[in-house]
């Protein structure tokens, strides 16, 4: 008997967002801690509603397009293509050059995506580059745990607050479902 080959395609997902999430080191559970730290840093700042939800929005997706065995520079525009691909979830108030900044730039060192600015039609350039500064702080608070962090390198004094937050939260056990859940209610909300 011979029997046709398996085709993934045909699997549904139980959850369709997990799907354009990477597996590894920058799946979801990364995204999460990144995403909720992002939002401490933007309350400790006082960032308005508008602001800190795109910040949100993009410290959920910032390594969508990221392949864990390797390192490059290209991730960030990878991810904001699939965004694209995926039509932002009918987020078209994140379909924005700010938003597209804040995640093609992601790989990118301050003074680097300083001189990226001039690419992408923003409003508040000085508002861009702090909200950028609150990802690069939220990414490494959870960088902590591959052991290359210092504190000292964080942008915010309200980040080096967080530095036991970001411990516990990487090591608090938080189920797959609750994570989903939580982005779901978010994403809902914005709507």
């Known amino acids: 008997m011979n029997k046709a080959p398996f085709n993934f395609n045909q699997i549904k997902v139980v959850y369709p967002l997990l799907a354009i999430f990477p597996s590894g080191q920058y799946g979801i559970e990364h995204a999460y801690r990144v995403f909720t730290l992002a939002q401490k840093i933007a309350d400790f700042e006082n960032l308005n509603e508008g602001s800190c939800q795109s910040l949100k929005f993009c410290a959920l997706f910032l390594n969508i397009g990221r392949d864990q065995n390797r390192m490059d520079l290209n991730y960030g525009t990878r991810s904001y293509e699939m965004l ?36 992408y039609m923003i409003e508040n350039p000085s508002e861009a580059i702090f909200l950028f500064k609150i990802l690069k702080d939220a990414s490494a ?16 004094s309200n980040s080096r607050k967080l530095v036991l937050f970001a411990s ?10 609750l994570i989903l859940k939580e982005i779901e209610n978010w994403m809902e909300s914005i709507q």
């Open 84 to 119: 694209i691909q995926n039509n932002f979830w009918g987020k078209s108030v994140f379909h924005n050059d700010l938003c597209r900044f804040l995640i093609e730039c992601h790989p990118f060192n301050i003074a680097e995506a300083e001189k990226k600015l001039d690419r």
């Open 141 to 156: 608070l959870d960088a902590f745990r591959f052991g290359n962090f210092c504190a000292a390198d964080l942008q915010f």
């Open 168 to 177: 516990q939260l990487y090591r608090k056990e938080v189920k797959l479902d």
